[in-house]
């Protein structure tokens, strides 16, 4: 199990720096479309123009999150949720969340430095979501996964 560790917690890294954002929702419905390889895959964005998140350590038991959500234009809300999770037994479980959201703005941005216990491995699982008329997105992303000593 010990040799499996290291070669878990690469797989997690990697997987982690993907942003995988969802489906359009319109009027409460998810619009899918196929790929010339018959792939399901979702619609472009109508509003959202991109999200990212971010995990930094300070050392000492500190740590610094943040992300932000973008739009094409300015939208009715625009939103950032901030999830913090901490891996234990090979899952990952959310501590906290922090919520961030703007009316009538095209970007949302939060974060702040935060004290978290020594010996897990902690990341940032983000929600960017818009809300325009009855045009309702939302998309995810992951930071790296850190590991606090």
């Given at each position: 199990?010990k040799r499996l560790?290291?070669?878990?917690?690469?797989?997690?890294?990697?997987?982690?720096?993907?942003?995988?954002l969802g489906a359009?929702?319109?009027?409460?419905?998810?619009?899918?479309?196929?790929?010339?390889?018959?792939?399901?895959?979702?619609?472009?964005?109508?509003?959202?123009?991109?999200?990212?998140?971010?995990?930094?350590?300070?050392?000492?038991?500190?740590?610094?999150?943040?992300?932000?959500?973008?739009?094409?234009?300015?939208?009715?809300?625009?939103?950032?949720?901030?999830?913090?999770?901490?891996?234990?037994?090979?899952?990952?479980?959310?501590?906290?969340?922090?919520?961030?959201?703007?009316?009538?703005?095209?970007?949302?941005?939060?974060?702040?430095?935060?004290?978290?216990?020594?010996?897990?491995?902690?990341?940032?699982?983000?929600?960017?979501?818009?809300?325009?008329?009855?045009?309702?997105?939302?998309?995810?992303?992951?930071?790296?996964?850190?590991?606090?000593?």
């Open positions: 199990m560790m290291p070669i878990l917690l690469t797989i997690f890294i990697l997987l982690g720096t993907q942003v995988a359009t929702v319109v009027g409460g419905a998810t619009s899918t479309q196929f790929s010339s390889t018959g792939i399901v895959k979702p619609n472009v964005y109508q509003t959202i123009s991109g999200g990212q998140c971010s995990i930094v350590n300070n050392g000492n038991g500190t740590i610094n999150i943040y992300g932000s959500t973008s739009t094409f234009y300015s939208v009715s809300q625009i939103g950032l949720q901030l999830n913090l999770q901490y891996l234990s037994g090979g899952q990952w479980y959310t501590l906290n969340t922090y919520s961030y959201y703007k009316n009538n703005l095209a970007y949302v941005s939060g974060g702040q430095p935060l004290g978290v216990s020594n010996g897990f491995y902690y990341r940032i699982f983000a929600q960017h979501t818009s809300l325009y008329g009855s045009i309702s997105e939302s998309g995810q992303s992951f930071s790296e996964a850190i590991y606090i000593q």
